[in-house]
C-alpha cells in the first residue's frame, strides 16, 4: 500500500494525503535530552559565575 491516502474535504471534493509513517515522527526523546542538557548548563554557568566573583 502507498502513502497516501484518500479523504474526502469540507468542500466534498476528495484530496490525496500522505499519511505519517514512524519515520517522520518527531523525536521527542532528542528534544528533551537537548533542552535539560541545555539547563544543565546554564545552570552550572551560573554557579561557576556565582562562586568565582563572590568574595
Known sequence: MSDMQKVKGADGDTHQTK?????DSPQFGRLLLVLITA????????????AYYTP
Open 19 to 23: 499519511v505519517k509513517t514512524s519515520k
Open 39 to 50: 539547563v544543565a548548563l546554564i545552570v552550572v554557568i551560573t554557579f561557576a559565575t556565582e
